[in-house]
Structures are given as C-alpha cells and as structure tokens.
C-alpha cells in the first residue's frame, strides 16, 4: 500500500524505540498496548511495530503490511498526533 509518509531511507526499528514520545502524549507506557492495523486487520503490542524516529518526527508501521499505523511530530509549542492508520488501541489495566 502506498504511503504519503516516505520512511523507504530508513530501517525499522523495533516498536520500543517510540515509546518514549508516545509515553507522554498517552501519559503512560504504551509498549504494552495492542494496536490493530487499520489495513489489514492484524493486531501486535505496539514494541513489535515498526518504528522510524526521522520521517519527520516518529512514525509507526505494520510489520505485516506496512501501512503507517501512527505519526506523532513535536514541535516547540504542541504535540501532533496522528491515529488514523489504526483501528484501534488496546491497553492492559
Ligand atoms: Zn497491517
């Protein structure tokens, strides 16, 4: 699936690497959260997506399919976040 967001110049890292920056717009750890795919269904903890910290800004993928999953750029005055690749997220309590 072709993507808007051009992360072909960079290797995946593992999910974990973007937790940190998704830790604070979320105000928790979110290694442990259960992300479904908006593409092709398929659900991972969101440390086993695939993470790109320079897209700009911090960018996760589907391991299965590739599809951009979730996009979080910081600025000096906001926090943007972008869920829409995903169907869902599930956090254990
Ligand atoms: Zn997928």
């Known amino acids: 699936m072709n993507s808007p ?3 072909s110049g ?4 593992d ?3 973007a937790a940190g920056p998704f830790a604070d717009v979320f105000a928790g ?6 992300v479904t795919c908006g593409g092709c269904r398929s659900s991972a ?3 086993e997506q695939h993470a790109y910290l320079g897209a700009p800004g911090t960018v996760l993928r589907c391991p299965g399919c590739d599809h951009v999953l979730a996009r979080l750029v910081q ?3 906001e926090v943007w976040l ?7 997220w599930r956090f254990p309590l």
């Open 10 to 13: 960079e290797s995946a890292l």
């Open 82 to 88: 972008d869920l829409s690749g995903s169907s869902s």
């Open 45 to 47: 903890v969101f440390a």
């Open 5 to 7: 967001i051009d992360t």
């Open 75 to 77: 600025t000096p005055t």
């Open 15 to 17: 999910g974990s690497a």
């Open 29 to 34: 750890d979110v290694s442990a959260a259960v």
